[in-house]
């Protein structure tokens, strides 16, 4: 059974930073995109950077400039860089999986991301 693994979650005031990894299991890490969504309270999931299997990489335009979304194939993990966190960053982040060939779709359990002062 596939798995995706997430941590790095916490509590943090504004303007400082956090670094989530997601390590998935039972998958060729290499053959997938990588992806972080967000969700908050009372609100639709979103997306917040992708990372494809050639490390091309896309953010919403919320956490551009500020985030970083990273992937090292060797480790399996794929990491999101949070800087300058504001209150409005507040959301239990999922990671997510699709595979290239025959795009199967896969999410972690979240972790909770609170920044608040």
């Known amino acids: 059974q596939v798995q995706l693994v997430e941590s790095g979650g916490g509590l943090v005031q504004p303007g400082g930073s956090l670094r989530l990894s997601c390590t998935p299991s039972?998958?060729?890490?290499?053959?997938?995109?990588m992806a972080w969504y967000r969700q908050a309270p009372g609100k639709e999931r979103e997306l917040v950077a992708v990372?494809?299997?050639?490390?091309?990489?896309t953010y919403a335009d919320a956490v551009k400039d500020r985030f970083t979304i990273s992937r090292d194939n060797a480790k399996n993990t794929v990491y999101l860089q949070m800087n300058s966190l504001r209150p409005e960053d507040t959301a239990l982040y999922y990671c997510?999986?699709?595979?290239?060939?025959?795009?199967?779709?896969?999410w972690g359990q979240g972790t909770q991301v609170t920044v608040s002062s």
């Open positions: 997510y999986a699709k595979g290239l060939l025959r795009q199967e779709e896969y």
């Open positions: 990372i494809s299997s050639s490390s091309h990489t």
């Open positions: 039972r998958i060729i890490f290499s053959m997938y995109t």
